[in-house]
């Protein structure tokens, strides 16, 4: 097994969201322009990612940009997001590509290198996170605290807030239990599939301005969350009790991905 087959999970499940404290990846793409010989070159920054197969993927980025490629990233086209905004997750949901973004933008793409189709999410805060839940169920999270959820797999959204908290993350164990994380320690959980969130409060010792940027749920209960200036821990019983993991580095950590395995 590959390295890519390996970590393919993650990139269909938590759409290699590389956002946050300036962590996305940019890409340098060279194009002809107009009968000059002279190669334009141009930087753009890619905050997501969505993997259908290890052939198939869409890239997104600042400014709308949008690209896809069906040969395993040997060769991209440009896509059509039909926005300016930026766009910072895309996941994978029945074959269809869904992104979120600044200004609360929400796009779909029913086929590969097809136009996107826009969205009303229900908000106009910038969106960052996106995860499905189940084929019919998807949440979206951003600032000041906004999920936008659909419970008939995207036809419609409707927001609610559920703390002060930006919210950076979003996870899902099973069908019904859902973590969010967010700036200030925000971290909160969800029974019945996002409808509604309890904030949860980890007794870790830790300075109350730490942003918490990326989770991962591998079984019922587990939660593994990191965040700035290195944090790492996690619960193993919903939330009753946490163990701090020493990251060994103070530097910003944007996202997680762990197995049943307990392997990341």
């Known amino acids: 097994m590959s390295y890519f087959d390996t970590f393919l999970p993650f990139f269909k499940q938590h759409t290699g969201k590389f956002l946050l404290s300036g962590a996305c ?102 969106l960052y996170n996106l995860k499905w839940v189940t084929p019919t169920i998807g949440l979206a999270v951003g600032d000041n605290g906004v999920v936008s959820r659909s419970t008939d797999a995207g036809i419609t959204w409707t927001s609610q807030t559920i703390g002060d908290s930006h919210l950076r993350g979003v996870d899902c164990s099973s069908a019904t239990n859902c973590w969010v994380v967010g700036t200030g320690m925000g971290l909160y959980w969800s029974g019945d599939a996002g409808e509604t969130f309890m904030r949860l409060n980890p007794d870790l010792g830790l300075d109350s ?9 591998p079984s019922e209960g587990a939660a593994w969350i990191v965040g700035s200036v290195g944090t790492v821990f996690k619960t193993t019983d919903f939330g009753i009790s946490y163990s701090y993991i020493d990251s060994g580095t103070s530097n910003s950590l944007n996202d997680i991905y762990v197995d049943e395995s307990g392997n990341g």
């Open 25 to 126: 990846l940019v890409m340098l793409f060279l194009a002809a322009c107009g009968d000059s010989d002279e190669d334009v070159a141009f930087r753009k920054a890619i905050c997501a990612l969505a993997a259908e197969s290890r052939d198939v993927f869409v890239l997104g980025g600042s400014d709308g940009e949008s690209f896809y490629s069906a040969d395993g990233g040997l060769s991209f086209e440009r896509g059509n997001s039909n926005t300016t905004s930026d766009l910072t997750d895309s996941e994978y949901n029945l074959g269809v590509v869904w992104s979120v973004g600044k200004g609360g933008y929400l796009g779909s793409q029913l086929s590969l290198g097809a136009d996107y189709t826009l969205s009303d999410s229900g908000t106009t805060e910038d």
């Open 209 to 217: 301005t730490i942003d918490f940027h990326g989770v991962s749920t």
